[in-house]
């Protein structure tokens, strides 16, 4: 459960809000009373959410934009802000997954250009009204292969070990302002973005269930949040490892493919 204290009233905006688990957070923050503004490219998809969560009780805009475009991006915080309220709670989870071997620069680019600069865009966008204020929330959902590599994913393990550093930089400077800074690890979660050999292989979360751990991470002020319990050991203890045991591990992991390519 998350808590209808800290959420009621409150306005967020959800980037890759129409979607898996942005779309989650959406739905889970309408029962509460949250006021939530949702970013994505494709608008069709975006109504469509728009329209659960208002079935579901909840208030909510969208705004169709590209996260890779800072000033589009900075344009939809400002028209979401207008029609919500001041941006209190923001959760960067626009994001796309690419094999990456054999190594394509150009697929790489377009990897660490959504996940890596639509997560620093968004901050760019929401930081400074949160700063002056001295209150805020940010989360930027990054993935446990941002700490750990995997077979077939170096751009997006490089892509989302980038949004791990970023956000704990970040962290550093904001405490101080008042403002927290949440980084979301999760494993392997039930969305579009997986493919279904993933989802028969077992020990993958529903996105429900994830975005409820990303959302009380933030009520709680958490700088990360690691999910599910057991890929979070499994990804702590590979990192411990000397790097040629840690290596021979990670070589025996199912690489993660791109949906469509089963
Ligand atoms: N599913 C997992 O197992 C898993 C695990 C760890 C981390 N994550 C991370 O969690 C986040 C959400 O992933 P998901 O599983 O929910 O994937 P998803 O269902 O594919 O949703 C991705 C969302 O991002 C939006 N998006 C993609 N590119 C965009 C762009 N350039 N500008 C604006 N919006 C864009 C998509 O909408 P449009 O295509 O219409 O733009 C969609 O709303 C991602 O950052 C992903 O890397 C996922």
Redesign the pocket.
């Known amino acids: 459960m998350i808590s209808e204290t800290f959420w009621r009233g409150k306005s967020v905006i959800v ?9 989650a957070v959406g739905e889970a923050l309408a029962a509460v009373g949250t006021r939530v503004g949702l ?4 608008r069709e ?2 109504v469509a959410t728009a329209a659960a969560i208002r079935r579901l009780g909840g208030m909510t805009e969208e705004e169709a ?4 475009d800072a000033a589009a991006l900075a344009a939809a915080v400002a028209s979401l802000e207008r029609r919500l309220g001041e941006c209190e709670v923001a959760v960067a ?5 690419r094999t990456s071997w054999p190594l394509d620069a150009a697929i790489a680019a377009d990897v660490i ?3 890596v600069k ?1 997560c620093i865009h968004l901050a760019a966008a929401v930081l400074p009204g949160m700063l002056s204020r001295r209150r805020g929330w940010f989360c930027g ?5 941002g700490v750990v590599g995997l077979p077939g994913n170096a751009a ?1 393990c490089a892509s ?1 070990a980038a949004v791990v550093a970023f956000l704990e930089s970040v962290r550093l400077d904001a405490a101080a302002e008042g403002v927290r800074v949440t980084t979301a690890l ?9 493919t279904n050999a993933e989802r028969a292989a077992g020990g993958v979360m529903p ?1 429900d269930v994830a975005a409820v751990r990303i959302l009380r991470g933030i009520e709680r002020g958490r700088a990360e949040v690691w999910f599910p319990r057991r890929t979070a050991i499994a990804a702590r203890a590979a990192r411990s490892l000397p790097p040629r045991i840690r290596d021979a591990f990670l070589r025996r992991q199912p690489r993660l493919e791109e949906p469509g390519g089963d």
Do not use: F
């Open positions: 980037t890759g809000g129409s979607s898996g688990i942005g779309r970013i994505a490219r494709r998809p975006l934009c590209d996260v890779t989870s626009a994001g796309i997954h250009d959504v996940n639509g959902i990054a993935s446990i292969a997006y989302k999760p494993g392997v979660i039930d969305t579009p973005m997986i996105a």
